[in-house]
C-alpha cells in the first residue's frame, strides 16, 4: 500500500455504496445477512467475511449510530466484573482488551493511567478495599497474558505526586492517591470504522441508510432510506446485531435499556490532566464517576447507570438529574465546583442488557443486570446476539457467527480475528516512526501519512475545521472519500467528534457542507 493511499478494497464511498446495494437485491443469496452496524455488528461482518464467506451488512443510520458511539471509550480489563464474582466476564474483558491493545489495533487502543484522589470522604477502609481491587485488575492483566510494558502496574501516590497528576483535585486533607491503569480507545466511532473497512477490504458489501423492516430466517425486507426504495436481500444466514433495538426485529427479545450520561467539558476547566480521575461515588462500593482527558480540548465527565422505560429514541436525550449527580460527584473532590453553564455538551448512551428474568426477580436497577452477551437463535433461525459491552464486541462477533454458521448449516473456518489486525495497525514501534503528526497516527495509524498526505494536494486542506479543535479539513476530505460518510452529521457527529459541542457543531456545518458539495462533484 502506498504511503498516499487507502488500504486496498477498504474504501467507503457513496458510490460504492449505491454500487453493493443494487448487488445485493439483485436477488442473489448471501451467506450471512448483518443487521446494525456498530461495534459488534461491523465486528460480525469481519468475522464472517474474514472466514472466506459472502457477506452483506446493513445499518439504517451509519457506522456507529447507536451506542457504540457513546461509550466513556475505555476498554475494561474487566476490574468492576469482580466484585460481583462475574469472573467469566473479567477475564473475557482483560483477554479482548490485551487483543485490541497488543495486535488488533494498538493504534486506536492505548493505556491509560487514572489517579483515586485519597480525599477526606474516601475513608481508608475504602481505600485498602480500592486498592485491592487494583492489585486484582492487575492479576487479572496477567492472567490474559498483556505485557506489564503494554500496561503498567498499579501503585500508591504521595500526595505531592496524586497533586501533579490530578492537579483540579482540592489539597485540602489529601492524603495521596492510588494509580491505575486500563485501555483506552482514541475514539469508539472510529474503532467501530476500521471494523467496517477492515470488512469491507475482505469483501463484505458495508450498507449505510439501509433500514431492515422484517427479518427471516433467510433475509430481510430493506429499505433505502436515501430513495425510499424497498426491496429484499436474500442470505443462508441472519445476523440481528441491531443494540437496543434487537427486539423489534427479534422474535421473543426482551430488552432493558441502562441510560450512560457523559458531560463534556472544556479542558481549560479542569487544566492539565496528565491521567483520568477515578472519583468514588458516595454510598456505594465498586462505582466511580470518571474523568477523561479527550486530547482534543475536552474533557468528558461520566457516567451514570439509569434505567430506562419506553421507546428507544434514535439519539437518547440527557435529563438535568442526570447532569447534576454527575456535577455532584465531580464537585466533592474540586478546588472549585464546575457550574451548569460551564458544561458545553453532554450525551447518553443506552446499554442493551438482556432481561432475562422477566416478571418477578427483575432488578431493581440496570447496574445490577449482568454485563454477559447472549447469542440467541429463533425459531425461523434468525441468530441475534445482544448484551456484552464495547470490549468484548469481537468475541461477541465472533459467538455470534458461530452460532449462525451451526445454525444454518453453513461451512465458515474457525475464527481469525483475534489476530487480524485492522485498517491502520502496526506495531507501535512502526507507529512511532511514522513521519505524520502524532494526533492523525493516533486516529488512523499507518494510514495518517495519507490523511496528511493529502494536504500536500491542497494546503487549505491543513486548516481546522473551526479554531482552537484540531480536526482538519484534510480528515473531512478523508472520511469521504474512505469512511463512507454520506452527509454532515457522518462528518461532524462520527467520523469526528466535534459534534458533541453543540456551538462547535454549528461553527462547523458550513465548512463540512462545502466539503460535500465538492466532493459530490468528483467521484473516486
Not at 467469566?88 to 482483560?94: G, I, L, Q, W
Amino acid at each position: 500500500m502506498s504511503h498516499t493511499e487507502a488500504a486496498p478494497g477498504s474504501s467507503l464511498s457513496a458510490h460504492r455504496r449505491d454500487r453493493e446495494l443494487a448487488e445485493a437485491a439483485d436477488g442473489r443469496v448471501a451467506d450471512v445477512l448483518v443487521v446494525g452496524l456498530g461495534a459488534t455488528g461491523a465486528g460480525a461482518a469481519l468475522d464472517a467475511a474474514a472466514r472466506g464467506l459472502d457477506v452483506v451488512a446493513v445499518d439504517a443510520h451509519d457506522l456507529a449510530f447507536g451506542t457504540s458511539r457513546w461509550s466513556s471509550k475505555l476498554i475494561h480489563g474487566g476490574l468492576r466484573y469482580l466484585a460481583s464474582a462475574q469472573f467469566d466476564v473479567a477475564h473475557e474483558s482483560a483477554v479482548e482488551r490485551g487483543v485490541l491493545m497488543t495486535r488488533t489495533a494498538p493504534h486506536l487502543v492505548a493505556a491509560q493511567p487514572f489517579v483515586l484522589p485519597l480525599t477526606p470522604l474516601v475513608s481508608r477502609a475504602q481505600a485498602a478495599l480500592a486498592w485491592a481491587g487494583f492489585r486484582a485488575g492487575d492479576v487479572l492483566r496477567v492472567a490474559a497474558r498483556t505485557p506489564r510494558q503494554v500496561l503498567p502496574a498499579p501503585r500508591r501516590l504521595p500526595a505531592t505526586e496524586a497533586r501533579h497528576l490530578a492537579p483540579s483535585v482540592r489539597a485540602a486533607g489529601l492524603r495521596g492517591g492510588l494509580l491505575s491503569w486500563d485501555g483506552r480507545v482514541a475514539d469508539d466511532a472510529r474503532l467501530v470504522t476500521a471494523l467496517a473497512r477492515t470488512a469491507a477490504a475482505r469483501g463484505a458489501r458495508v450498507l449505510t441508510r439501509v433500514r431492515a423492516l422484517e427479518l427471516t430466517g433467510t433475509g430481510a425486507r430493506i429499505r433505502d432510506e436515501l430513495t425510499g426504495e424497498e426491496g429484499e436481500i436474500r442470505a443462508r444466514a441472519v445476523i440481528n446485531a441491531a443494540g437496543v433495538w434487537a427486539g423489534a426485529l427479534g422474535e421473543g427479545i426482551r430488552i432493558r435499556p441502562s441510560r450512560g450520561t457523559h458531560l463534556v467539558l472544556r479542558s481549560e476547566r479542569l487544566g492539565a490532566l496528565p491521567a483520568g480521575l477515578h472519583i468514588p461515588i458516595p454510598g456505594e462500593t465498586n462505582r466511580f464517576v470518571l474523568v477523561l482527558p479527550q486530547g482534543d480540548g475536552r474533557v468528558y465527565v461520566g457516567l451514570t447507570d439509569e434505567p430506562v422505560d419506553g421507546g428507544v429514541p434514535d439519539v437518547p436525550e440527557v435529563p438535568e438529574s442526570d447532569i447534576g449527580f454527575l456535577l455532584d460527584v465531580l464537585g466533592s473532590v474540586l478546588d472549585a465546583p464546575v457550574a451548569r453553564e460551564e458544561v458545553v455538551g453532554a450525551f447518553a448512551g443506552l446499554r442493551p442488557l438482556l432481561d432475562a428474568s422477566p416478571g418477578a426477580g427483575d432488578p431493581a436497577r440496570t447496574s445490577d443486570i449482568s454485563r454477559r452477551h447472549a447469542v440467541l437463535t429463533s425459531p425461523d433461525g434468525v441468530t441475534t446476539v445482544v448484551g456484552g459491552k464495547l470490549t468484548t464486541y469481537r468475541r461477541m462477533a465472533q459467538d455470534a457467527v458461530d452460532a449462525a454458521a451451526e445454525a444454518r448449516g453453513l461451512r465458515a473456518a474457525p475464527s481469525p480475528t483475534a489476530a487480524l489486525p485492522l485498517i491502520g495497525a502496526a506495531a507501535p514501534e512502526r507507529l512511532r516512526a511514522l513521519p505524520a503528526p502524532r494526533r492523525l497516527v493516533h486516529r488512523y495509524g499507518t494510514e495518517a501519512m495519507a490523511v496528511h498526505a493529502l494536504t500536500a494536494e491542497d494546503p487549505g486542506l491543513a486548516e481546522p475545521v473551526l479554531p482552537g479543535h484540531p480536526v482538519t479539513r484534510a480528515e473531512l476530505l478523508w472520511a469521504i472519500r474512505h469512511e463512507g460518510a454520506l452527509d454532515e452529521s457522518d462528518l461532524l457527529d462520527r467520523r469526528t467528534r466535534i459534534g458533541l459541542v453543540p456551538r462547535d457543531r454549528a461553527e462547523a456545518l458550513p465548512v463540512a457542507r462545502r466539503m460535500l458539495d465538492g466532493a459530490r462533484t468528483v467521484r473516486p
